[in-house]
Nanobody, 125 residues
Framework: QVQVVESGGGLVQAGGSLRLSCAAS????????MGWFRQAPGKEREFVAL???????YYLNSVKGRFTISRDNARNTVYLQMNSLKPEDTAVYYC???????????????????WGQGTQVTVSS
């Protein structure tokens, strides 16, 4: 069983920045694929960014150039640095771990087997 815990959400004005953190348990963390998803009210959960075990990263088109995902395997932690935030980025942000081996990239909810509880990000205009 892998525990996933997000932190770092909050309220920020448009144009501001936030950094989300995600701590995941397990000795094999460096082999996990780690992703960030978000869900706005009334919408489906959508992929935002992922970092694979080899360090490859992928992003939702609308966040490219504004968000950066990174991982620190020594700390079992993944980060999502969010800059130039927009009101449409408002959502609950979820961190997810994929412990099943694979070549990736995996950008669908069903491809991840462990999830955090989510952290709210609100961007005011």
């Amino acid at each position: 069983q892998v525990q996933v815990v997000e932190s770092g959400g909050g309220l920020v004005q448009a144009g501001g920045s936030l950094r989300l953190s995600c701590a995941a348990s397990g000795r094999a963390f460096s082999s996990y694929g780690m992703g960030w998803f978000r869900q706005a009210p009334g919408k489906e959960r959508e992929f935002v960014a992922l970092v694979w075990s080899g360090g490859s990263t992928y992003y939702l088109n609308s966040v490219k150039g504004r968000f950066t995902i990174s991982r620190d395997n020594a700390r079992n932690t993944v980060y999502l640095q969010m800059n130039s935030l927009k009101p449409e980025d408002t959502a609950v942000y979820y961190c997810a771990a994929r412990t099943v081996p694979g070549s990736g990239p995996y950008s669908h909810v069903e491809e991840y087997n462990y999830w955090g509880q989510g952290t709210q990000v609100t961007v005011s205009s």
